[in-house]
C-alpha cells in the first residue's frame, strides 16, 4: 500500500536549519508532484510548498519563500523540505503528500497520499 514516511524533525534555535526527508513507497513516486504541509496547535494545515514529478518546478508559500527549498531524487523515491533561517513560527507538524501531476496544487482537498508528520519546533 502507499506509505509516506516523514523523518528529520526536532528541535532547533531560531536562525537555524533543518532538513526533513520524506521515503515514498506503494506507488510510481516519479508519476506525482509531492508537497509539503504543516500544522500547528489550534491552527490548519497549511501549505508549504510543492514540487513537479520531474522536479522542474515549485512553488511556496510566501511565508516560507527564500527560506526553504524543497527537492526530490525519484532514484530514491525520496522528497526532501530544507528549512533554513527557521523562526518560531515555524513550530509546527509537517506533513509530505502527494498528488497526480494536474499542476502545482496548493490546497489539503488536491492530495491524494499523506505521510503521518513530523514534529519541528524552533526555539527563541
Known amino acids: 500500500q502507499v506509505q509516506l514516511e516523514e523523518s528529520g524533525g526536532g528541535l532547533v534555535q531560531a536562525g537555524g536549519s533543518l532538513r526533513l526527508s520524506c521515503a515514498a513507497s506503494?506507488?510510481?513516486?516519479?508519476?506525482?508532484?509531492m508537497g509539503w504541509f504543516r500544522q500547528a496547535p489550534g491552527k490548519e494545515r497549511e501549505f508549504v510548498a510543492t514540487?513537479?514529478?520531474?522536479?522542474?518546478?515549485?512553488n511556496y508559500a510566501d511565508s516560507v519563500k527564500g527560506r526553504f527549498t524543497i527537492s526530490r531524487d525519484n532514484a530514491k523515491n525520496t522528497v526532501y523540505l530544507q528549512m533554513n533561517s527557521l523562526k518560531p513560527e515555524d513550530t509546527a507538524v509537517y506533513y509530505c503528500?502527494?498528488?497526480?501531476?494536474?499542476?502545482?496544487?496548493?490546497?489539503?482537498?488536491?492530495?491524494?497520499?499523506w505521510g503521518q508528520g513530523t514534529q519541528v519546533t524552533v526555539s527563541s
Open positions: 514540487i513537479s514529478w520531474s522536479g522542474g518546478t515549485s
Open positions: 503528500a502527494a498528488t497526480r501531476p494536474r499542476g502545482l496544487r496548493v490546497t489539503t482537498q488536491d492530495y491524494d497520499y
Open positions: 506503494g506507488y510510481m513516486f516519479s508519476g506525482y508532484n
